[in-house]
């Protein structure tokens, strides 16, 4: 029960921390006739039920191993919260979820993934290959293009784009022609 209460506290702080920093960008944008967001939500008027459900929302992230290593749970139960918030009580938590997926990408757990997976391959790289150096750009590069992704994210994808890292990282001049796309050093 204690432990509940200081995570809703701590989402609560995050959410407070957030708005702040949007306030002061609000501030800036205020002569801005172009500016379109809604103005930040006042946390008093959050219903308890709502908190409840983004903290609930949290848990599940953080207790999946895709979603800790391609999204940033804390910043997503706070996007959940927001779209909660707004959209009210009509819409299923499943909507909600699907509807903030494409935020809060951060696949920097992924590269260590796949940096200790490539390095488990080392055997088999061409003669000549520093496996630290290869392996670091494959991690990076892939944590570029997961971290670029748009639509959900799922094992079809993580698979395309290591390879792509791969390719990138071995034969740049194939990967141009490929992907174009040549990992930034």
Same mark, same amino acid.
């Given at each position: 029960?204690?432990?509940?209460?200081?995570?809703?506290?701590?989402?609560?702080?995050?959410?407070?921390?957030?708005?702040?920093?949007?306030?002061?960008?609000?501030?800036?944008?205020?002569?801005?006739?172009?500016?379109?967001?809604?103005?930040?939500?006042?946390?008093?008027t959050v219903p308890e039920k709502y908190l409840t459900e983004a903290m609930a929302f949290n848990d599940r992230c953080a207790a999946d191993r895709n979603m800790t290593q391609y999204y940033d749970c804390q910043c997503l139960s706070l996007a959940y919260l927001k779209k909660r918030v707004t959209e009210g009580p009509i819409?299923?938590?499943?909507?909600?979820?699907?509807?903030?997926?494409? $935020?809060?990408?951060?696949?920097?757990?992924?590269?260590?993934?796949?940096?200790?997976?490539?390095?488990?391959?080392?055997?088999?790289?061409?003669?000549?290959?520093?496996? $630290?150096?290869?392996?670091?750009?494959?991690?990076?590069?892939? @944590?570029?293009?997961?971290?670029?992704?748009?639509?959900?994210?799922?094992?079809?994808?993580?698979?395309?784009?290591?390879?792509?890292?791969?390719?990138?990282?071995?034969?740049?001049?194939?990967?141009?022609?490929?992907?174009?796309? @040549?990992?930034? $050093?």
């Amino acid at each position: 029960m204690r432990m509940r209460h200081i995570q809703k506290i701590f989402i609560l702080g995050l959410f407070l921390v957030q708005l702040g920093f949007v306030a002061g960008a609000r501030a800036q944008q205020a002569n801005d006739p172009l500016t379109t967001e809604p103005p930040p939500l006042d946390m008093r008027t959050v219903p308890e039920k709502y908190l409840t459900e983004a903290m609930a929302f949290n848990d599940r992230c953080a207790a999946d191993r895709n979603m800790t290593q391609y999204y940033d749970c804390q910043c997503l139960s706070l996007a959940y919260l927001k779209k909660r918030v707004t959209e009210g009580p009509i819409p299923p938590g499943s909507s909600i979820s699907l509807s903030v997926l494409g $935020e809060c990408r951060d696949a920097t757990q992924a590269a260590g993934t796949i940096y200790n997976a490539c390095l488990n391959r080392a055997a088999s790289f061409q003669p000549g290959t520093d496996p $630290e150096i290869y392996c670091t750009c494959v991690a990076n590069s892939y @944590v570029r293009l997961m971290d670029g992704l748009r639509p959900p994210i799922n094992s079809r994808t993580m698979v395309r784009y290591q390879t792509q890292a791969m390719v990138s990282c071995n034969d740049p001049a194939l990967a141009r022609k490929l992907y174009h796309y @040549v990992p930034q $050093e």
